[in-house]
C-alpha cells in the first residue's frame, strides 16, 4: 500500500472510531501512531516525536493563553456578569414582542467577548435566562434554540479560543484574526435578533412580553455591566494598542474578572477551587486534541497527501470560488458529528494548503484571515445544526421539558440567517477585512 493510499485510508479509520465514541484526541493520536509506524517502520521516530510534540505541545506560549481565557469564562460566571447583562437587556428589550429573547442574545454576545467558548456561553446563559424565557411566557423550543444559536457568539466575538488554535495553526496574527471578527460576530447577533423578530409573527403564540419599565430602571441596570464593559477594554484595547500580546492581555482580563467577582461576593475559595478544577480539566482535554492531531498531521505530512491533494486540485483548473464553496460545505457536514475544535485540527492542515494555493486576489495574510473568519462561522452552524449539534444538546440537557423536535424546527430558522451571513461574507471579503485594512 502506497503513503498516499495509507493516507487516505486513515480518515475513515478515524470516523469509525469517533463513531464508536472513542474520544477525539485518542483517535486522532491512536491513528497517527499507527500510520507513522506503517510508514517509517521504525519506532524509534514514533518515540521521538512523543518526546517533542509532548513538550512543544504543553510548554507553547502561544497555547498558554488557552487555559487563562478559559478561566476568565468560569470567574466571570461567579462575578454574576452573566446575570447582569442578561438583565440590562431584558430591561430595555423585555417589553417588545420577542424582547426577552432578543435581550438573551445580546447578553450571549457580551459574555462571549470575555468567555471565548461556545459551550461555556450557552450552558451560563441557559442558567440565567432560561427561566426568565419561561416566566415570559416563551416556548420551550424557542428558548432552547435561541440559547443554542446565542451560545455560538461565544466563538464568533473575541476572545475565541478556536482562534486561537487556527492561528498557531496557519502562524496568523492573533490580534488580527481577533479584529475581524468583530463585525462578523456583530452582524451574528443581529441575525439573531432578526430571526426572533420574523420567528414571534409568525409563531405569536410562542413568546410573550414584559411589561415596560422607565427609563431610570433601564438606565440602573445598564449601570451595572460596567465590570464586562471594563474587562473587554482593557483586554482587547491593550492588545490593539500594543500595551500587551494577546497572552498577556488574557491575564489582565483573568486577573481582572477575578478580582471583580471576588468584590461581588461571588468568588470565595470553594468555588475559586472549582473554577481552577474545571479551568484544568477543559484545558486537558482541549490539549490532548491538539496533541492527537499533532501526531495525526504528523503522519499526514510523511505520507505527503496534503500537498499531493492541494496539487491535483490546482492541475484540475477548478475556480478558487468553487473550491472554497466546496471546502465549506465540507464543514457544515463535519459539523453535525463533530465539534469544532476537533473539525479545526484535523482539516485546516490539509485545506489551508489548498487555499494557498489558490488566487482570491488578496495577499496571503488576508486570505488567512479571511478564511479562519468564514471557517469560523461555518463551524459555528454545526454547533447548532441538527442532528448532532453540541450547544442543543448542551441546553436540551438543561431543559430536558422541551421535546427536541420543537428545538429542531425553532433553530433552523437560525440556521438559515447563518447560512445567508456565509454566503454575504463570501460574495464581499471587505466585510470581514475592512477593520483589519
Not at 517533542?52 to 502561544?62: G, I, V
Not at 409563531?203 to 412580553?209: E, I, K
Not at 496539487?311 to 465549506?328: D, E, H, S, Y
Request: charge should be positive; charged fraction near 10%; include cysteine.
Amino acid at each position: 500500500m502506497s503513503n498516499l493510499e495509507l493516507g487516505l485510508l486513515a480518515f475513515p479509520c478515524l470516523l469509525a472510531m469517533i463513531f464508536l465514541r472513542a474520544p477525539i484526541g485518542l483517535a486522532m493520536l491512536l491513528v497517527g501512531v499507527a500510520g507513522m509506524w506503517a510508514v517509517t517502520g521504525s519506532p524509534n521516530i514514533i518515540l521521538s516525536k512523543f518526546k517533542t510534540e509532548t513538550f512543544s505541545t504543553f510548554a507553547s506560549h502561544s497555547l498558554s493563553i488557552v487555559p487563562i481565557f478559559l478561566l476568565m469564562g468560569h470567574l466571570a460566571g461567579l462575578g454574576g456578569m452573566s446575570q447582569a447583562l442578561f438583565k440590562a437587556a431584558e430591561a430595555w428589550l423585555g417589553h417588545r414582542k420577542g424582547g426577552t429573547a432578543m435581550a438573551a442574545v445580546g447578553a450571549c454576545a457580551g459574555f462571549g467577548s470575555i468567555c471565548g467558548s461556545s459551550v461555556a456561553t450557552a450552558a451560563t446563559m441557559a442558567q440565567v435566562a432560561l427561566p426568565e424565557l419561561r416566566r415570559a411566557g416563551y416556548s420551550g423550543g424557542l428558548s432552547v434554540a435561541t440559547l443554542a444559536a446565542g451560545g455560538t457568539l461565544g466563538i464568533l466575538i473575541p476572545p475565541s479560543v478556536v482562534l486561537v488554535i487556527y492561528a498557531t495553526l496557519t502562524e496568523t496574527n492573533i490580534a488580527k484574526l481577533f479584529l475581524a471578527a468583530f463585525v462578523p460576530g456583530i452582524l451574528a447577533a443581529l441575525g439573531y435578533m432578526l430571526v426572533i423578530a420574523l420567528y414571534v409573527r409568525i409563531h405569536p403564540d410562542s413568546a410573550g412580553s414584559l411589561p415596560r419599565l422607565p427609563y431610570r430602571a433601564r438606565f440602573a441596570a445598564l449601570r451595572k455591566v460596567w465590570p464586562v464593559a471594563l474587562i473587554f477594554v482593557a483586554v482587547v484595547g491593550g492588545i490593539y494598542t500594543g500595551i500587551f500580546n494577546p497572552t498577556e492581555g488574557a491575564s489582565v482580563g483573568a486577573l481582572g474578572t477575578g478580582l471583580i467577582a471576588w468584590t461581588a461576593g461571588g468568588l470565595d475559595w470553594p468555588r475559586l477551587k472549582a473554577a481552577l478544577l474545571a479551568t484544568a480539566s477543559g484545558t486537558a482535554m482541549i490539549f490532548l486534541i491538539v496533541l492527537g492531531a499533532g501526531f495525526f498531521n504528523a503522519f499526514l505530512a510523511l505520507t505527503q497527501m496534503p500537498q499531493i491533494v492541494s496539487q491535483w486540485i490546482v492541475g484540475q483548473g477548478f475556480g478558487p470560488w468553487f473550491v472554497l464553496v466546496c471546502i465549506l460545505l465540507i464543514y457544515l457536514l463535519l459539523g453535525c458529528i463533530m465539534d469544532s475544535l476537533s473539525m479545526i485540527l484535523l482539516t485546516i492542515p490539509i485545506f489551508f494548503p489548498v487555499m494557498l494555493a489558490l488566487d482570491f486576489g488578496m495577499s496571503p495574510d488576508l486570505m488567512a484571515i479571511w478564511f479562519g473568519i468564514l471557517v469560523l462561522i461555518v463551524v459555528e452552524v454545526g454547533m447548532i445544526t441538527p442532528p448532532v449539534g453540541m450547544n442543543l444538546f448542551v441546553i436540551h440537557a438543561i431543559d430536558r421539558s422541551t421535546p427536541m423536535r420543537d428545538t429542531y424546527r425553532a433553530v433552523m430558522y437560525f440556521v438559515l440567517t447563518d447560512l445567508a451571513r456565509v454566503v454575504l461574507l463570501v460574495a464581499f471579503p471587505a466585510i470581514t477585512l475592512f477593520l483589519v485594512r
